[in-house]
């Protein structure tokens, strides 16, 4: 059973900046890729960014991409979201996953955590 648990989520003013943790834990985990994705009210949940354990590559959505920073943190299972120039758009809730590749697609990703809420304020 592996358990992921995000942190860093709140409320901050369009412009503004906010980081987001992740961290993975089980006997059995041994992950090649983490992502976060978003889910804003009454939309599907979408891709954000992913990274891999196998390569330094990063992979970005465009509405994210130049702004948002993706980066594996100093402990296996753990990864990091550096949110800058924060739009209203951004709203919404952030996941955390886990799996084999570092994949756009959500049902490439067998482990998520329960989410953490990100609001930006105009």
């Known amino acids: 059973q592996v358990t992921l648990v995000e942190s860093g989520g709140g409320l901050v003013q369009a412009g503004g900046s906010l980081r987001l943790f992740c961290a993975a834990s089980g006997r059995t985990f041994s992950p090649v890729a983490m992502a976060w994705f978003r889910q804003a009210p009454g939309k599907e949940r979408e891709f954000v960014a992913a990274?891999?354990?196998?390569?330094?590559?990063?992979y970005y959505s465009d509405s994210v991409k130049g702004r948002f920073i993706i980066s594996r943190g100093n402990a296996k299972g753990t990864v990091y979201l550096q949110m800058n120039s924060l739009k209203p758009e951004d709203t919404a809730i952030y996941y955390c996953?886990?799996?084999?590749?570092?994949?756009?697609?959500?049902?490439?990703?067998?482990?998520w955590g329960q989410g953490t809420q990100v609001t930006v304020s105009s």
């Open positions: 990274c891999s354990w196998k390569s330094s590559n990063t």
């Open positions: 996953a886990a799996g084999r590749v570092p994949a756009r697609d959500r049902n490439e990703y067998d482990n």
